[in-house]
């Protein structure tokens, strides 16, 4: 295997010029660098990452722990995620936590055994065992998309969060069928417990404060975030004495869920029922009607989680703090209007 000092000598210079160019540690002269790329080329050079690990007791790598990877939003994450990551120089170790607290515990300790610097997690409903494992072992972390309860000794928050605006995007679309006429409107909320689910909710409950409607209990229902328990909820509501005349569902495969419980009753979107919904997609432009939506910054989110997390690892002692991006509300016509602009605007 070529080595370091194999290229330094054929590079005609020292293995620490060789070091600095490789590692970006110190300036050096452009035509003394270009030699030793030249060498590295040549020669085939790789860096032996296992021994510079032993030597920094760093091994570049990110532990990234996110549930529903077929999800096309967090598909969208992991693409960010990824691409930060290669360039800042660091691999990639992913594992599924399944929404299940018991294996997100797992798969953390799993991803820390194997020395990653640092994870990157979107947390369950019941992240507790997770939490007393990062703060015991003092694993640096970041979660992204859904926040953990409970703010630091100072106030703040405990750990370092990513994640989009939730309740302000959510009162929009609500706010937005109300203009439309709609006096009865429902949410298929997603999996209680999580703060995507409480911050959605929030914003429906503000939507309609701000619109001058009541908040009808029996209009908000949950589907688990997922497309079977979405087309329960969403029968539930059509068996109401007045059903609602309006949705909004809280993700994308909730919405699926909901679009197949509409079409089984014999329910059109929207000449029968209007329908707004919380996660665009790369189809929701497909669908008849298209989709009225809002879209979350998903690459943005997952790349800001890696640099954030870079961040943390730099410099340890400072305060952990949460980075709220915003959404794009992307109007089209499944909400019941009849010409809309194609183009998503900040929410």
């Not at 790329?37 to 032996?48: C, F, I, R």
């Not at 000794?153 to 994640?163: A, K, L």
């Not at 939507?207 to 949950?222: K, N, S, T």
Request: net charge negative.
């Amino acid at each position: 295997m070529t080595t370091m000092a194999d290229v330094a000598r054929s590079a005609g210079v020292s293995v620490a010029t060789v070091s600095h160019v490789l590692n970006d540690t110190r300036p050096v002269l452009p035509h003394t660098r270009q030699a030793v790329l030249d060498a590295v080329e040549e020669l085939g050079y790789t860096t032996n990452t296992l021994a510079r690990s032993l030597v920094t007791a760093r091994t570049r790598s990110i532990g990234l722990a996110v549930s529903a990877i077929s999800n096309p939003y967090f598909t969208e994450i992991l693409q960010g995620v990824e691409a930060a990551a290669l360039e800042a120089g660091y691999s990639l170790l992913i594992a599924d936590p399944h929404d299940d607290p018991e294996h997100e515990r797992k798969v953390v300790q799993l991803l820390h055994e194997r020395r990653v610097d640092g994870v990157i997690v979107a947390p369950s409903a019941d992240p507790r065992g997770l939490l007393a494992y990062l703060k015991r072992h003092d694993v640096p972390a970041v979660f992204l998309d859904r926040l953990v309860d409970g703010p630091g000794t100072d106030g703040g928050p405990r750990f370092d969060q990513v994640c989009a605006d939730n309740a302000e995007p959510t009162s929009r679309l609500v706010t937005h069928l109300a203009g439309l006429g709609h006096r009865r409107i429902g949410l298929v909320a997603g999996r209680q417990g999580l703060s995507t689910t409480s911050e959605r909710i929030t914003g429906y409950r503000s939507g309609l404060a701000f619109a001058g409607l009541p908040y009808d209990g029996r209009l908000l229902v949950h589907g688990d975030s997922e497309s079977a328990g979405a087309g329960q909820a969403t029968g539930a509501l059509l068996s109401l004495g007045v059903p609602p005349t309006a949705l909004v569902t809280g993700n994308n495969a909730m919405t699926i869920g909901v679009l197949r419980a509409l079409g089984a009753h014999g329910l059109s979107v929207p000449e029968d029922i209007a329908l707004c919904c919380f996660d665009d997609f790369a189809w929701a432009d497909l669908f008849s009607p298209r989709l009225t939506a809002i879209a979350q910054p998903g690459r943005d989110i997952g790349a800001r989680a890696v640099r954030v997390l870079l961040e943390r690892l730099a410099e340890p002692d400072r305060p952990a703090r949460t980075v709220r991006l915003p959404c794009a509300f992307v109007h089209r016509t499944s909400c019941g209007c009849p010409s809309p602009s194609e183009e998503g605007t900040p929410s």
